[in-house]
């Protein structure tokens, strides 16, 4: 197909906000004890005809189980699917006589999206001369542990547009460019049955989780009462500064879990402040466990070290004293840099520049392991049975629950999504009535006497 420029903008802002932007996941739980699972995404036309190379928008496999509905532009909410050649044609083909843009044409763009991320490109509209470039700048206070994962996520999406620019099959000159918004469901028997078949794709990030699900249903004559639960497991991740170093565990729950506590009755002002010192604390406990990590690589390699400034004992020794000289600045905190400021040398630069360097190596793959995961959330959905009368953290709209669910909130603790609701039994008020009734007219009623 013949990728347009505006497709091109749109694949590279996506790419840009992935970190951001959550999946919609809504969980229905039904009085009889069944439920099921939705999906909510954006996706190209092509995916309703059930082409297999499309890309599948949603976090799981879509097979002959789960029940697909769609909505275009205006229409109403259709269920057919996969659609019919002809009903594609119709609804997602332009006609024919649209004059098409000359080979020669050149085109050259730059954007900007979000606060601090730069894209340019530059396309010409003959495939074989078209160059894709991408570069993604993050201004953020640990940013450049993460630089070197950016890097070589915006090179993989490089090479993936190329290769798409440049497949002969694609061919979409003639196609409207635009999105269907496309609903998945499953319906399972109960929840314990949900349990044991939902899963994830395996190419999800989260697709390991080993997700607890429940739901406890109490009859007590006039109400029916209905616990549901799912816990997320805490991110099993082998860090040695422990988070209450640095924060208190009432600041560690308000900032991974949501529990806001600790800003009741603070204003705007207050909030930012407050908020904005819990954050400086996080960033350097993140970045003093980054350290502790890369130093252990570095003492590994002390060998490699030409003309090493001090002694194997001494450097080891001098590990907290190091990092505490510049965890004031942690913008700046290059272990190399102050390295070679505490010893007045350049001796271990070196061992960052020289080929197949053990600490640019450990950098990458630190990254890309720590940052596993975290670029997966979900925007989570919750209806209950009945009226809602207890919820642990969560967001009120009528009768519909939301947790915003990120990696973030399993830093801590195991995060747990719990919520309570009853159902009336109207048939027990009814039977309850008819009795009051028959009892306070037998009370009164006395048989006449023969």
């Known amino acids: ?29 039904n009085e009889d004890g069944s439920c099921y699972r939705e999906f909510t995404a954006y996706a190209s036309p092509k995916y309703l005809t059930g082409d297999t190379g499309a890309i599948n928008p949603f976090p799981v496999e879509i097979d002959s189980t789960w029940e697909i509905q769609w909505k275009h532009g205006k229409s109403q909410i259709r269920k057919d699917f996969p659609i019919s050649k002809a009903t594609y044609d119709s609804l997602f083909r332009k006609k024919k006589d649209i004059t098409e843009i000359s080979n020669n044409t050149t085109i050259s763009q730059t954007i900007n999206i979000g606060k601090g991320t730069k894209t340019k490109d530059s396309i010409k509209n003959k495939k074989s001369d078209v160059k894709v470039s991408v570069s993604v700048k993050v201004k953020s206070p640990i940013a450049h542990y993460f630089q070197d994962t950016i890097n070589k996520r915006s090179k993989s999406l490089e090479n993936k547009l190329q290769k798409d620019l440049n497949n002969p099959a694609n061919d979409m000159s003639d196609e409207i460019e635009t999105k269907v918004l496309v609903i998945a469901r499953h319906h399972y028997a109960s929840v314990e049955e949900m349990k044991r078949l939902f899963k994830l794709k395996p190419s999800h990030e989260w697709a390991d989780k080993k997700v607890n699900y429940m739901l406890k249903k109490q009859f007590r004559w006039f109400y029916t009462y209905f616990t549901y639960n799912e816990i997320y497991p805490k991110i099993n991740q082998q ?6 170093k640095y924060l208190t565990k009432a600041e560690a729950e308000f900032w991974f879990s949501g529990k806001n506590d600790l800003i009741q009755g ?9 908020t904005g010192s819990i954050e400086d604390k996080y960033n350097i406990w993140f970045a003093h466990n980054s350290w502790n990590a890369e130093y252990k690589v570095l003492l590994a390699n002390y060998d490699k070290i030409a003309n090493p400034p001090t002694s194997f004992e001494q450097l080891k020794n001098l590990r907290n004293t190091i990092f505490s000289s510049g965890k004031n600045n942690i913008k700046e905190l290059k272990m190399n840099i102050l390295l070679n400021k505490y010893f007045k040398t350049n001796a271990f630069s070196e061992l960052w520049k020289m080929e197949n360097s053990p600490m640019k190596a450990f950098e990458n793959e630190f990254n890309s392991e720590l940052m596993k995961g975290f670029s997966e959330s ?6 209950l049975p009945g009226k809602t009368i207890k919820s642990e953290n969560a967001i009120m709209q009528g009768d ?34 008819i009795l009051v009734l028959v009892a306070v007219a037998s009370f009164f009623w006395k048989p006449k006497k023969h």
């Open 266 to 274: 603070m204003n705007g002002v207050e909030i930012r402040e407050f």
């Open 239 to 244: 860090l040695e500064v422990p988070i209450d």
């Open 400 to 433: 519909t629950l939301t947790w915003r669910l990120t990696s973030y909130r399993m830093v801590q603790n195991n995060f747990k999504i719990e919520a309570q609701s009853r159902k009336a039994n109207v048939w027990a008020f009814i039977l309850t009535g």
């Open 1 to 29: 197909m013949k990728v347009s420029f505006k497709n091109i903008v749109l694949i590279l802002s996506l790419f840009a906000v992935s970190c951001s932007k959550p999946t919609d996941m809504l969980t229905v739980i």
């Open 378 to 383: 979900f925007n989570y959905r919750l209806i």
